[in-house]
């Protein structure tokens, strides 16, 4: 998309077209061919059999993952590539298994943007595949599987090396907690999030041996106290779910909870200011308009009016990934 080698009629089909890729992507994670092709090779027969599948739908779904480079073909035998070996097997350190199956549901929400447009009101869960409809726990390992590749990269971004207590808003599976835990041993942090959520956040808490530094409470941001004597406080990929007013009480909330030259990170999806770009991030806004009702993605500008109401002052921005920034602010 908008390369100036490629004519209009080419730019247009390939959008048009998208959605052949990603749902040739998404059906075959669901049903787990790549977990059956795990360190296997198998003929259409076999994982036709394997998988209670149509043999003709399966030939014509593995050639075609042949041809996206997610599967290889010795012969007749179908073997994941390494690519599908690394991201795409349940269980392993890279795997995005349950990020997928999370962005199924979300295609299924995408197909009524004609009606949320007109109405303005967001897709309901009947729009979804029962099949696909999970718990908070399959929304925790969602986002496990998109953090566990950049918490790391965020804890090494941000010196916390002076600090003592961090508030984790938010923080789902933990990682984020985890990876500062790591990187700072005299660091205790807290994570607040729904009850359920945080089943996924111990359990990860346990695995990494970090029991006696990270707690958890369950809560609301909104209508919980958050504590206080805060030296750092993230909201990592957080303030796309609220509005501009939300966002603003959000804020203000952290800041009270901070100490006199704390910290606050918005870890999210930045738009430019005048919010055509990036295209990941404005991609991402409409996200949150099919599923959410109030959601967006948000500018510089308007996070920096956010800290100046809360008393914080925009410390630093710094690039983490290709779609992530990190938003930092201090409190003077």
């Known amino acids: 998309m908008g390369n100036p080698s490629k004519t209009g009629q080419e730019i247009i089909d390939e959008i048009a077209g998208g959605y052949r890729a990603s749902q040739i992507l998404l059906t075959a994670n ?34 075609a993952l042949v041809s996206l480079c997610l599967l290889e073909k010795d012969g007749r035998l179908y073997r994941n590539s390494p690519i599908s070996q690394e991201y795409l097997v349940p269980g392993n350190s890279q795997s995005k298994v349950a990020q997928l199956h999370h962005a199924a549901k979300l295609y299924e929400t995408w197909k009524n943007l004609f009606d949320v447009v007109k109405t303005g009101h967001p897709s ?44 984790d808003l938010g923080g789902g599976p933990g990682l984020y907690s985890i990876a500062f835990a790591h990187r ?30 990270i707690s958890v409470r369950p809560g609301d941001a909104f209508q919980d106290d958050l504590g206080d004597e805060y030296d750092f406080v993230l909201l990592s990929n957080l ?8 966002n603003r009480q959000l804020v203000s909330k952290c800041s009270d909870a901070l100490n006199l030259g704390g910290l606050l990170c918005i870890k999210d999806f930045m738009l430019d200011n005048t919010r055509t770009g990036p295209l990941w991030a404005t991609l991402f806004a409409v996200n949150m308009l099919v599923n959410t009702d109030r959601g967006n993605c948000y500018t510089l500008e308007e996070m920096t009016s956010w800290f100046e109401a809360a008393g914080l ?12 920034m990190l938003v930092l602010a201090r409190k003077i």
């Open 124 to 167: 309901g869960e009947d729009a979804i595949d029962p099949r696909l409809i999970g718990d908070s726990r399959k929304f925790a390992e969602a986002m496990a599987d998109t953090a566990r590749s950049v918490a790391t990269r965020t804890a090494v971004q941000i010196d916390l090396s002076k600090a003592r207590k961090m508030l």
């Open 239 to 246: 303030v796309h779910i609220y509005s501009m007013e939300e």
């Open 30 to 63: 669901r049903i787990g061919l790549f977990r059956l092709l795990a360190d296997r090779l198998l003929p259409p027969e076999g994982i036709a059999e394997a998988l209670d599948a149509d043999l003709r739908a399966v030939r014509i779904l593995c050639d």
């Open 313 to 324: 002052t925009l410390f630093d921005v710094l690039g983490l990934t290709a779609q992530s």
């Open 184 to 213: 700072y041993p005299q660091l205790q942090a807290v994570i607040m999030d729904s009850a359920e959520t945080l089943e996924v956040a111990s359990e990860n808490i346990g695995k990494a041996g970090l029991s006696e530094r």
